[in-house]
């Protein structure tokens, strides 16, 4: 069984530069650790340039802002305005996870994952709003951050240890 962690929520946003200044006040004063490590990246998903910035929280659930030209997300700026756009999950074997979801009946947004174009080994799939009570739920491949980037997290995890433990 693939091992699964609860890692980010994901706002959508108009000005994600302007996101990332504002939540880094807030945080200074909430979480000044979480404030301290901020992971940025850009790319293309399905076509559509996306860009997105992570405050990487060293001890459970990250936040990460991000910026799309996808039509889709920009008619839920215009209806919605800025807000929480999805809960992720990360697993160390997408394809088995997705298996394991589509077993259970679970609806996904597409039958196969799509990722930022420039980050190949980085996949995800969606669980629907109206199968999780309004929330978009984001599967996607594991992976942690060295330096200042993401990279795959490759590492076997020994069972019942925490992760990032061995």
């Given at each position: 069984?693939?091992?699964?962690?609860?890692?980010?929520?994901?706002?959508?946003?108009?000005?994600?530069?302007q996101a990332?200044?504002?939540?880094?006040?807030?945080?200074?004063?909430?979480?000044?650790?979480?404030?301290?490590?901020?992971?940025?990246?850009?790319?293309?998903?399905?076509?559509?340039?996306?860009r997105?910035?992570t405050?990487?929280?060293?001890?459970?659930?990250?936040i990460?802002?991000?910026?799309?030209?996808?039509?889709?997300?920009?008619?839920?700026l215009?209806?919605y305005?800025?807000?929480?756009?999805?809960?992720?999950?990360?697993?160390?074997?997408?394809?088995?996870?997705?298996?394991?979801?589509q077993?259970?009946?679970?609806?996904?947004?597409?039958?196969?994952?799509?990722?930022?174009?420039?980050?190949p080994?980085?996949k995800?799939v969606?669980?629907?709003?109206r199968?999780a009570?309004?929330?978009?739920?984001?599967?996607?491949?594991?992976?942690?951050?060295?330096?200042?980037?993401?990279?795959?997290?490759?590492?076997?995890?020994?069972?019942?240890?925490?992760?990032?433990?061995?």
């Open positions: 069984m693939p091992k699964l962690k609860f890692d980010h929520i994901a706002f959508l946003v108009r000005d994600l530069d990332v200044r504002d939540y880094q006040q807030i945080l200074s004063v909430l979480d000044p650790e979480h404030a301290q490590q901020i992971v940025w990246d850009e790319g293309e998903a399905d076509g559509y340039k996306l997105w910035a405050f990487v929280n060293p001890h459970g659930t990250s990460q802002f991000f910026e799309s030209q996808h039509p889709a997300d920009q008619k839920l215009e209806k305005g800025e807000r929480v756009h999805h809960i992720a999950f990360t697993t160390s074997d997408l394809a088995q996870t997705i298996e394991e979801l077993r259970a009946g679970i609806p996904l947004t597409s039958a196969e994952p799509t990722g930022p174009s420039n980050i080994w980085l995800w969606f669980v629907p709003p199968k009570h309004g929330v978009l739920i984001e599967v996607a491949t594991r992976y942690r951050v060295e330096g200042n980037r993401w990279v795959p997290d490759l590492e076997e995890e020994t069972e019942g240890a925490p992760q990032g433990a061995s």
